[in-house]
């Protein structure tokens, strides 16, 4: 039988678990096996709807759901309910064993383009919600199958097609990309699927554009432009107008970058005409935030008109972030004109809309924006305590542009909090600040703390035991369960209740939370 000189020689914990395995799949039907197989192919867990785009049984009776619930009721799936949706999660070594069946079973390509095509599916949403009101919806999705959509791209990359579904999956992820903190990742995948896919077509053009623009807020500028006239000869060529408003925003981008924010605002404003004339909705509100932008750094008059466009703008299309952005545009309008009442209200009306999507780095701007203001009200050790929230989470961040943007202005107010309260009193604030968890920095930047945290608070080395802490940090650097395993020699099976039990600990439900969970506390 093949492999079964493997198995005989395989360490005998290893034979138990592999014979134990097999018992397991040889209880279930012939259809509970093939689903076993199929669901194989998901990363990170699945949701029901997810799983019938996958599935596909030879017998026209069996439902998904009927085999998904045998297969709960044979602990080969483990169901567990969360605040969006029920997610059914298959342990490692089950996987594994699915995995080798699947291959050998001669149908593996068809269960797994199935399962790229779901996530494309998923991916391409985003060019439509990021800018409506299902954009936190989509954001939350996107998140939480992110370790699917990497596995579709791989998919496609790794020769079965010519990678064009790889384009429009990474195309499509790119405000995912942006504003969930993964810019760099990105930028790899769209440089990976623009090399794999050459071919002249309107897709290639968008993924030109995607990739240009990522690499400006990388400020890998020189890959940014060389990518920018690539994008606008194809689109020019296909006639792609969409593209080309796209590419009029990115020019837009290089100008600020060179030093010329009056060019930089007259480009922004041409994007934003030109997309409205071709549709392009999402673009023209992104082209209005960038021209606020320009126009209040250089003190332009038409901030204000701006700002309030903006607002109006997103109010009418019901967008979550980019309503917040806008929120934010108009706190910034008002500080600069010295009513800092209204600033502070709008300001923290645009930080409870930004925490709707974790891992936002709009949440540091809104800190930012908010310590201006306290400052101006003559709060400096808010003031520092704000900036130094915002440095924590910056720190963090590879969107170099967008925090240059308001370095601009905010460099100049952080010098006057520190000539204000004195080296000592304003480094003391801003390490406060630095220090708090992101949910209390938010409690203290809406007012409902004091910026202080309780000492009672339990710490990382009181929370977790040595070995947790040390599965922790591997969870937080992406290793899977085998991975941790064979890092610090035990077995699959002992590392994942590790998780379970870190899992349990800290009250979360997903890897990525404990990889969040490292990075602020420093574990």
Same mark, same amino acid.
């Given at each position: 039988?093949?492999?079964? =000189?493997?198995?005989?020689? &395989?360490?005998?914990?290893?034979?138990?678990?592999?014979?134990?395995?097999?018992?397991?799949? +040889?209880?279930?039907?012939?259809?509970?096996?093939?689903?076993?197989?199929?669901?194989? /192919?998901?990363?990170?867990?699945? @949701?029901?709807?997810?799983?019938?785009?996958?599935?596909?049984?030879? +017998?026209?009776?069996?439902? /998904? /759901?009927?085999?998904? *619930? %045998?297969?709960?009721?044979?602990?080969?799936?483990?169901?567990?309910?969360?605040?969006?949706?029920?997610?059914?999660?298959?342990?490692?070594?089950?996987?594994?064993?699915? &995995?080798?069946?699947?291959?050998?079973?001669?149908?593996?390509?068809?269960?797994?383009?199935?399962?790229?095509?779901?996530?494309?599916?998923?991916?391409?949403?985003?060019?439509?919600?990021?800018?409506?009101?299902? +954009?936190? $919806?989509?954001?939350?999705?996107?998140?939480?199958?992110?370790?699917?959509?990497?596995?579709?791209?791989?998919?496609?990359?790794?020769?079965?097609?010519?990678?064009?579904? &790889?384009?429009?999956?990474?195309?499509?992820?790119?405000?995912?990309?942006?504003?969930?903190?993964?810019?760099?990742?990105?930028?790899?995948?769209?440089?990976?699927?623009?090399?794999?896919?050459?071919?002249?077509?309107?897709? !290639?053009?968008?993924?030109?554009?995607?990739?240009?623009?990522?690499?400006?807020?990388?400020?890998?500028?020189? $890959?940014?432009?060389?990518?920018?006239?690539?994008?606008?000869?194809?689109?020019?060529?296909?006639?792609?107008? @969409?593209?080309?408003?796209?590419?009029?925003?990115?020019?837009?981008?290089?100008?600020?970058?060179? %030093?010329?924010?009056? !060019?930089?605002?007259?480009? *922004?404003?041409?994007?934003?005409?030109? %997309?409205?004339?071709?549709?392009?909705?999402?673009?023209?509100?992104?082209? /209005?935030?960038?021209?606020?932008?320009?126009?209040?750094?250089?003190?332009?008059?038409?901030?204000?008109?701006?700002? @309030?466009?903006?607002?109006?703008?997103?109010?009418?299309?019901?967008?979550?972030?980019?309503?917040?952005?806008?929120?934010?545009?108009?706190?910034?309008?008002?500080?600069?004109?010295? @009513?800092?009442?209204?600033?502070? $209200?709008?300001?923290?009306?645009?930080?409870?809309?930004?925490?709707?999507?974790?891992?936002?780095?709009?949440?540091?701007?809104?800190?930012?924006?908010?310590?201006?203001?306290?400052?101006?009200?003559?709060?400096?050790?808010?003031?520092?305590?704000?900036?130094?929230?915002?440095?924590?989470?910056?720190?963090?961040? =590879?969107?170099?542009?967008?925090?240059?943007?308001?370095?601009?202005?905010?460099? +100049?107010?952080?010098?006057?909090?520190?000539?204000?309260?004195?080296?000592?009193?304003?480094?003391?604030?801003?390490?406060?600040?630095?220090?708090?968890?992101?949910?209390?920095?938010?409690?203290?930047?809406?007012?409902?703390?004091?910026? =202080?945290?309780?000492?009672?608070?339990?710490?990382?080395?009181?929370?977790?035991?040595?070995?947790?802490?040390?599965?922790?940090?591997?969870?937080?650097?992406?290793?899977?369960?085998?991975?941790?395993?064979?890092?610090?020699?035990?077995?699959?099976?002992?590392?994942?209740?590790?998780?379970?039990?870190?899992?349990?600990?800290?009250?979360?439900?997903?890897?990525?939370?404990?990889?969040?969970?490292?990075?602020?506390?420093?574990?």
């Amino acid at each position: 039988m093949p492999g079964s =000189t493997g198995l005989r020689t &395989a360490p005998q914990r290893q034979q138990t678990l592999d014979a134990a395995i097999r018992w397991s799949y +040889d209880l279930c039907t012939g259809d509970e096996q093939r689903a076993w197989e199929q669901l194989s /192919v998901f990363a990170g867990g699945f @949701d029901l709807d997810a799983a019938e785009g996958v599935c596909a049984f030879d +017998d026209q009776a069996t439902t /998904v /759901v009927d085999a998904l *619930a %045998s297969l709960v009721d044979k602990s080969v799936l483990n169901l567990r309910y969360q605040a969006e949706t029920s997610r059914y999660f298959m342990l490692e070594p089950l996987r594994q064993f699915g &995995a080798t069946r699947l291959a050998s079973a001669g149908d593996g390509h068809a269960v797994r383009a199935r399962h790229r095509d779901h996530y494309r599916r998923l991916a391409v949403q985003g060019h439509l919600a990021h800018w409506g009101p299902d +954009d936190i $919806a989509w954001f939350h999705a996107a998140a939480r199958e992110h370790a699917n959509l990497r596995a579709a791209l791989q998919y496609s990359l790794a020769g079965h097609d010519n990678g064009h579904d &790889a384009l429009e999956i990474a195309t499509g992820l790119r405000q995912f990309w942006e504003h969930c903190g993964f810019l760099l990742e990105g930028y790899r995948w769209l440089c990976r699927a623009l090399d794999k896919d050459t071919a002249p077509s309107a897709t !290639r053009a968008r993924a030109l554009s995607a990739c240009a623009f990522l690499a400006l807020l990388l400020s890998e500028n020189a $890959a940014g432009v060389r990518l920018m006239a690539e994008c606008a000869e194809l689109a020019d060529q296909l006639e792609v107008r @969409d593209v080309l408003a796209e590419t009029t925003l990115h020019s837009s981008l290089l100008a600020f970058v060179e %030093s010329d924010p009056a !060019r930089a605002l007259t480009l *922004a404003e041409d994007a934003e005409t030109q %997309s409205l004339a071709c549709g392009h909705h999402g673009l023209a509100v992104e082209s /209005v935030a960038f021209a606020f932008m320009c126009a209040f750094i250089t003190e332009d008059p038409s901030a204000g008109a701006i700002a @309030d466009r903006f607002l109006a703008r997103t109010t009418e299309q019901g967008s979550h972030l980019l309503h917040g952005l806008a929120l934010w545009s108009i706190g910034l309008s008002a500080w600069r004109a010295g @009513d800092y009442q209204t600033a502070i $209200a709008r300001i923290r009306e645009s930080i409870e809309l930004f925490t709707l999507l974790d891992r936002s780095v709009l949440v540091a701007s809104g800190f930012v924006a908010l310590g201006w203001a306290a400052a101006a009200n003559g709060d400096h050790d808010t003031a520092a305590r704000l900036m130094g929230a915002a440095h924590a989470i910056r720190r963090r961040s =590879t969107m170099r542009l967008a925090h240059s943007m308001t370095g601009v202005v905010g460099d +100049d107010v952080q010098r006057r909090v520190r000539d204000a309260l004195g080296e000592r009193a304003f480094t003391d604030a801003f390490d406060a600040g630095a220090a708090l968890p992101l949910a209390q920095a938010v409690d203290f930047a809406l007012g409902r703390s004091t910026g =202080t945290a309780p000492p009672s608070l339990p710490q990382p080395r009181d929370v977790l035991t040595r070995r947790e802490r040390n599965v922790a940090r591997l969870v937080g650097a992406g290793y899977s369960n085998k991975r941790i395993a064979a890092e610090l020699v035990i077995s699959i099976r002992t590392a994942e209740t590790h998780v379970e039990h870190i899992l349990t600990k800290l009250g979360f439900h997903s890897r990525a939370q404990i990889a969040t969970w490292v990075s602020e506390n420093d574990v």
